[in-house]
């Protein structure tokens, strides 16, 4: 069955302290991978598509990799501003369905 | 930039109403979705669709219908809203070629 596991569920992190988020996935074969940051009470926003294993994205303080197995979303520097819900997404190969991990909540303390 | 919008972000009815969650998105894209989204559960599929009038079920079609008319336009309706319909309730759209979605603000419906 195809999965998406996100680790850890939660994370708290002093400002400026660099850390990883983990999406692990099993899938068949993989189209796409994305990230998306989602605040309280708001709909999800779209942040990366990473398509084959090695394809690095970033944007800011963020930076998406992507293996075979798993995806990394590195945050550096963080501030208080990017405490959010991180969630990963997979688009399995012969699917239209997008399976989507349950999260990584994220909190940066000034 | 794209939009996605929905027609309410706070929604209170009664159980046994028929509801109408509207979507609209301006960015001429094919595919539209329809999620809920609940804690501990993550996000789930109730329906999508890929052209209009097209619809195809998600993994909790039960107890919900869609209606997509024009292609900008995706409506999700409960026909008789029960308790355990609770929830926040996400729209997005992607492009037929390009699979990232994006979501609209959602909205909190509350089923009393």
């Known amino acids: 069955e195809d999965q998406v596991t996100q680790s850890p569920e939660a994370l708290r992190l002093q400002e400026g302290e660099s850390s990883s988020l983990n999406c692990s996935y099993t899938v068949s074969g993989l189209r796409g991978l994305f990230w998306y940051r989602q605040d309280p009470g708001k709909g999800p926003e779209f942040l990366f598509t990473?398509?084959?294993a090695g394809e690095e994205k970033e944007k800011e303080r963020l930076k998406a990799t992507l293996t075979k197995k798993e995806s990394f979303l590195h945050i550096t520097a963080p501030k208080p501003e990017d405490s959010a819900t991180y969630l990963c997404a997979v688009l399995p190969v012969g699917d239209d369905k997008i399976i989507f991990g349950k999260g990584t909540r994220l909190h940066i303390l000034p | 930039d794209v939009k996605v919008t929905q027609s309410s972000r706070y929604l209170v009815k009664r159980t046994g109403e028929k509801v109408f969650l509207e979507c609209v998105q301006d960015?001429?894209?094919?595919?539209m979705f329809w999620y809920r989204q609940d804690p501990g559960l993550g996000l789930r599929l109730i329906y999508f669709s890929y052209d209009v009038k097209m619809k195809e079920k998600g993994d909790i079609p039960e107890g919900y219908s869609v209606s997509r008319e024009k292609k900008e336009r995706f409506s999700l309706i409960l026909e008789s809203a029960s308790t355990n319909q609770t929830s926040m309730y996400l729209c997005?759209?992607?492009?037929?070629?390009?699979?990232?979605?994006?979501f609209g603000p959602g909205t909190r419906l509350t089923v009393t």
């Open positions: 997005a759209s992607s492009d037929r070629d390009k699979y990232e979605q994006y």
């Open positions: 990473l398509y084959s």
């Open positions: 960015m001429d894209h094919e595919n």
